[in-house]
């Protein structure tokens, strides 16, 4: 079963449009959402996160949107680069006894971004 | 030098061949993770651990072990290495409800 849903699977923008990747989750017992992104030949590295509390974030050209009711959250990448041409997951993570995250990801996004 | 070092990067081997992929870290932390890679379906934790005394299954555990060395490393076997375990594998580490940090992977092939 998978908990958290990510679509879509792949997306081509181009540059300088918006890159729209969403995802759905089940346990509402989750109360971390970060987003990772992942370069080719490396590990996922953190580039936003959010806690339900809040119902976007923004961090320079990239922001989350959150839709707690809906259990829906979502990563906008204003003004798309081919730099941001990675893979991208979705994360949830229920805060562990003594702190830690054991994230659930989503099954992630292809993104490339064209000239 | 990376925070989150894997060894090997890449490994062939031979189904019913024993295998032990390791990971170090410099950030500290006490908490480790592994996590397997597949295309399609994202990234699954294997197990992890919060201390050198502690070991936890993750969702996927069948078929793997796991050793906490020290807080600094934490290894992952495969006793009997099958076809279906080929895949990426990556070591994490985190402390409290910081971000995890990542290796870079290994990319192990069962034949």
């Known amino acids: 079963q998978q908990q958290v849903k990510q679509s879509p699977q792949s997306l081509i923008v181009q540059k300088g449009g918006i890159s729209i990747i969403n995802c759905a989750y089940e346990n509402t017992a989750f109360d971390y959402f970060p987003w990772y992104q992942q370069f080719p030949g490396k590990g996922p590295a953190l580039l936003i996160a959010?806690?339900?509390?809040?119902s976007e974030k923004k961090e320079g050209r990239f922001t989350i949107s959150f839709n707690k009711s809906a259990k829906q959250f979502s990563l906008h990448i204003m003004d798309s680069q081919p730099g941001d041409s990675a893979t991208y997951f979705c994360a949830a993570s229920i805060g562990l006894t003594g702190g830690g995250n054991k994230l659930t990801f989503g099954t992630g996004t292809q993104l490339k971004v064209e000239l | 030098d990376a925070d989150v070092t894997q060894t090997p990067r890449n490994r062939i081997t031979k189904t019913g061949k024993r295998i032990m992929l390791e990971c170090s870290q410099t950030?500290?932390?006490?908490?480790m993770y592994w996590y397997r890679q597949d295309p399609g379906l994202g990234l699954r934790l294997i197990y992890y651990s919060f201390d050198v005394k502690d070991i936890n299954k993750g969702e996927i555990s069948d078929g793997y072990s796991v050793s906490r060395q020290a807080q600094a490393k934490f290894s992952l076997s495969l006793e009997s290495a099958i076809p279906n375990q080929t895949a990426l594998y990556f070591c994490?580490?985190?402390?409290?409800?910081?971000?995890?940090?990542f290796g870079q992977g290994t990319r192990l092939t069962v034949v």
């Open positions: 959010i806690r339900p509390d809040v």
């Open positions: 950030k500290g932390h006490d908490r």
């Open positions: 994490a580490t985190s402390d409290l409800d910081t971000e995890a940090f």
